[in-house]
């Protein structure tokens, strides 16, 4: 009976009294003093230490233990009949629970065992209280003691613990270094969810119980074999960039393109929740841009849709791909290394994979402009030179008159192998359906030519057959087909701007037309009427197509309005009138308000023909590589050696080095343009680890990256970061290059101080003092004119001297 009271006590002290006032302990020891046994469990094997480390009472704890509680007493059916005990054995403990419960504990309520095998030490763990846990680890309890399920300790640590509530994670972390330093096992696993503790600890965002965790031997799973959350998922996914970190140094490089159960990898989740330092980490160690998940979305897609401002993100990382060696640019051993490790994560194997996600998950055509950074330009180019032999015999073929059936099944198969591979991206292309037209039209031409008995007059002195249809259908299958190759031209580095633009002021020419279309058809429905008797107006098509002709100035007035009046006209007066409305609105206002549209600004379209002949390079690429993956291409009826061929055409190195006096000379294939925006983004980054290392701060735009490259083929929005300094933007992104000439040039100040005597005054005392135009000089900011052009006045150049180091963000530099 003392035993069930003072189980009943302990229930009602979790509940309604303060856990460590010092009550508890006073009346567990009245009721041990009267006979109460600290060891007695009951029919479910629960006993008051069980109790008393549950709730938190650490007094209580002490006393029972003083009192002989076992320490490692576990929850157990106890004292069943004989002729029961095999039934309940087969059962869970729910269903032994309902049953037992009600026969040993009605009259008072105890808290029901949740797993059958739990300890007083996994109930402390539980009410995470470090006090209990170390009162039990020194009375000599089991740290590896499983339950029912296999849980140890350490893998119940933190169980209903919130990120949020920093005591309680505290408590956790407490609770996890007693554990490990009893000797824990930090490697079991949970035998449900295959989860650890380190699991739990990511999932708390706890660096130091991870750090505890690893420090003592804990494993990383192998993790995506079996479709698991790996712990980089959980840390990637809590956005703890201090946790990815730590995990990568302990070798979990691994794990960075591990798939869970959904097919996401730690990008996925990183991307998911906008968290840009951890996604920068996963992918400097190897991340795949282009891994997707079960549903098809890749890390790609997810950056352009929960990343804020993708664009500058990806410049971000981009940039930091384009690596200096460190010596002066004007130097003759400086090198750049560009690191194509971002763009080509498995080395040879599927290059292009990572530029294909860049184009299926851009929303529109500014984004695309990303294809624009010198990494990816010259990662094109490069890839380019493996394979345009390939694109060329595609040309030869496409133009071929000899090989017209041929080539068009050819070019059909082209087309439709595209179409399976890229679905979403080239079914809505423009391009995709102007040569399945230029294909179904030249089958019809070739089937009709070598089934029918017709001859073209072009070449023999004989009019047309009656299958005149195939003169039609092959007089729109030739324009097409030159419209075609015109835009295959568009891939050629040196011509691909031209044809591209075609294209761009096409669509304003169309948008105007549209537009003011009904203008036009009012004039060609108002000339049909007005010059019907004229045969190039007698219905309303060949009205319409006059009108069209006489907009480009071919009016043909006399034949209109002759002066021998052999053309009878009905409205003299009217005509005249409408005709030269028509000359004034259409031919001059009209016009001229097209040409002024369409080529508005011919550097934007320069700009946007530029990024097309770079998205249909890239397109030609990635087909060609797909290609070369396909299982067909793999098989038997491919010869090896052909394979390899192929393969070494389509790959190129991850490093690729330049040296500018190198490209100069002619050994690569790298344009002017594009070799002074690498140079210009690799000397911005070194710029800013200097300025880093020196304690000042940036305000970085992207424009001077332009400004400095010249002709400035890589245009990316400005990013704009504030910053306390007077100095202008422009004066912190050159002023470590302008400090070297300044400490060159201040020799020559000085003499020249010294020789410009009338430019200074001298008080009775001696001092100098400064003229009113040195002061001038010496309160204007320093700006980026100040280095730009020559110093005209030695006051000038003192002024700026003086202003450099009244800067408080250039202290710690000497000048």
């Excluded at 009245?30 to 109790?51: I, M, N, P, Q, W």
């Excluded at 330092?277 to 897609?301: I, K, P, Q, Y």
């Excluded at 701007?497 to 108002?526: C, D, E, P, R, W």
Aim: proline fraction near 3%; aromatic fraction near 8%.
């Amino acid at each position: 009976m003392l035993q069930e009271v003072l189980l009943q006590f302990m229930r009602f002290e979790d509940t309604y009294t303060d856990k460590n006032d010092g009550h508890g302990a006073v009346l567990v020891n009245l009721l041990l003093s009267y006979g109460a046994r600290a060891d007695e469990s009951d029919k479910l094997g629960r006993t008051a230490l069980h109790h008393a480390a549950l709730a938190g009472n650490e007094e209580a704890v002490q006393a029972l233990l003083k009192a002989g509680a076992h320490v490692d007493a576990h929850f157990h059916i106890n004292s069943l009949p004989k002729q029961n005990l095999d039934n309940y054995c087969s059962v869970d403990l729910n269903t032994a629970v309902d049953v037992e419960s009600k026969k040993f504990t009605s009259g008072f309520k105890l808290p029901l065992p949740e797993c059958w095998g739990r300890t007083p030490l996994h109930q402390a763990v539980k009410s995470g209280n470090p006090s209990c846990v170390i009162l039990l680890i020194q009375a000599g309890a089991k740290v590896n003691a499983p339950d029912e399920k296999g849980t140890t300790p350490l893998l119940l640590a933190g169980a209903g613990v919130v990120p949020d509530n920093i005591n309680a994670v505290n408590k956790y972390e407490e609770i996890v270094q007693l554990l490990v330093k009893a000797g824990a096992d930090v490697s079991v696993k949970n035998q449900d969810t295959g989860s650890t503790a380190l699991h739990h600890a990511a999932v708390l965002h706890s660096v130091r119980a991870m750090q505890c965790l690893l420090d003592a031997g804990a494993a990383l799973e192998d993790g995506g074999s079996e479709g698991k959350m790996t712990v980089l998922h959980e840390a990637a996914k809590a956005g703890s960039v201090a946790m990815v970190e730590l995990l990568l140094r302990q070798g979990a490089a691994h794990l960075v393109n591990a798939r869970d159960k959904t097919g996401c990898t730690p990008l996925h989740k990183a991307a998911y929740i906008g968290a840009r330092d951890c996604l920068t980490t996963l992918l400097r160690h190897g991340g795949d841009l282009a891994a997707e998940s079960r549903t098809n979305v890749s890390v790609m897609d997810v950056i352009f849709s929960h990343i804020p401002r993708p664009l500058h993100f990806l410049t971000d990382i981009l940039n930091g791909s384009i690596i200096p060696n460190g010596a002066s640019v004007n130097d003759r051993s400086f090198k750049v290394t560009l690191d194509f490790s971002l763009l080509c994560p498995h080395g040879p194997k599927g290059q292009m994979a990572v530029v294909t996600a860049l184009m299926s998950g851009a929303r529109n055509f500014q984004q695309m402009r990303i294809l624009q950074h010198p990494l990816l330009e010259t990662f094109l180019r490069l890839k380019w030179h493996r394979l345009r032999m390939i694109f060329g015999m595609l040309v030869v073929v496409a133009v071929s008159r000899r090989v017209l059936l041929v080539s068009v099944l050819v070019l059909f198969i082209h087309l439709l192998v595209q179409i399976l591979l890229l679905p979403r991206h080239y079914f809505f292309q423009y391009e995709t359906w102007v040569n399945l037209m230029c294909i179904l039209l030249s089958v019809a031409i070739a089937v009709g030519g070598e089934t029918g008995d017709y001859m073209m007059p072009f070449f023999k002195d004989q009019e047309p057959t009656e299958r005149t249809w195939v003169l039609h259908v092959m007089s729109f299958a030739v324009l097409l087909a030159w419209t075609e190759l015109m835009l295959l031209m568009g891939r050629f580095p040196t011509c691909g701007y031209y044809a591209l633009m075609f294209y761009h002021v096409l669509q304003n020419v169309i948008k105007v037309l549209l537009t003011f279309g009904g203008l036009v058809m009012g004039f060609a429905f108002s000339f049909c009427v007005q010059f019907h008797e004229s045969g190039q107006f007698r219905n309303l098509w060949w009205s319409m197509v006059k009108t069209f002709v006489m907009m480009m100035g071919e009016y043909e007035y006399g034949e209109l309005f002759p002066e021998d009046n052999k053309m009878e006209m009905r409205l003299k007066g009217t005509s005249r009138i409408i005709f030269l409305a028509f000359v004034v609105l259409s031919s001059i206002v009209l016009m001229n308000l097209m040409v002024g549209l369409a080529v508005n600004d011919i550097q934007d379209l320069r700009t946007e023909g530029h990024i097309q002949r770079l998205l249909k390079q890239a397109e030609f690429l990635a087909h060609c590589e797909k290609l070369n993956a396909h299982r067909l291409f793999r098989s038997a009826l491919f010869p090896g050696w052909l394979h390899k061929i192929w393969h070494d055409r389509c790959s190129i190195e991850t490093l690729f080095v330049i040296q500018p006096n190198e490209v100069l000379l002619g050994r690569n294939d790298l344009s002017f343009t594009l070799l002074e925006s690498i140079i210009a983004v690799a000397i911005h980054s070194e710029q800013n680890s200097a300025g880093r290392n020196i304690g000042y701060s940036y305000n970085y735009n992207r424009d001077q990256v332009n400004n400095f490259s010249g002709r400035g083929v890589y245009r990316s929005i400005s990013d704009q970061y504030t910053v306390a300094s007077p100095v202008s933007s422009a004066d912190h992104s050159s002023i470590i290059m302008m400090l070297h000439q300044l400490q060159q040039d201040i020799a020559d100040i000085r003499q020249a101080l010294h020789v410009d005597k009338d430019m200074q005054r001298v008080t009775p005392s001696g001092m100098a003092v400064r003229s009113c135009n040195e002061q001038q000089y010496d309160s204007q900011p320093v700006g980026v004119n100040w280095w730009t052009t020559p110093v005209a006045k030695i006051q000038q150049a003192r002024g700026i001297v003086r202003r450099l180091r009244q800067n408080r963000s250039l202290r710690g530099v000497v000048v």
